[in-house]
């Protein structure tokens, strides 16, 4: 099972910009996505990234705005969020899928296996 931690979450006024940070503690996955759950609703996909060669999947709330990435020697993926929106506020969890898992979509919580413990990300004037 890997460990997940996720870092960068913060209060931050509309329009700013946060970058979450990600390290996982060991291999093998085959994708890392961020979600994020806000009180009183589902959890949902913000943005994934396939290890191999970078791809990126993106929710449509997170296009234009979000930049998923990685660093693989460091076994780390980033979420860069531009033009933060009250909307945003959430806590925002990173996940490695299986390699097992890999007919469900990026999007799906169910390819997903190990998650982090969750970082709060506040966007209030």
């Known amino acids: 099972q890997l460990q997940l931690v996720e870092s960068g979450g913060g209060l931050v006024q509309p329009g700013a910009s946060l970058r979450l940070s990600c390290v996982a503690s060991?291999?093998?996955?085959?994708?890392m996505g961020w979600f994020r759950q806000s009180p009183g609703k589902d959890r949902e996909f913000v943005a994934a990234?396939?290890?191999?060669?970078?791809?990126?999947y993106y929710a449509d709330s997170a296009k234009g705005r979000f930049t998923c990435s990685s660093d693989n020697a460091k076994n780390t993926v980033y979420l860069q969020m531009n033009s933060l929106k009250p909307e945003d506020t959430a806590v925002y969890y990173c996940a490695a899928d299986a390699f097992y898992k890999q007919h469900y979509s990026y999007s799906a919580l169910e390819r997903y296996v190990d998650w982090g413990q969750g970082t709060q990300v506040t966007v209030s004037s």
């Open positions: 060991g291999y093998p996955f085959s994708a």
């Open positions: 990234i396939r290890w191999s060669d970078g791809n990126t």
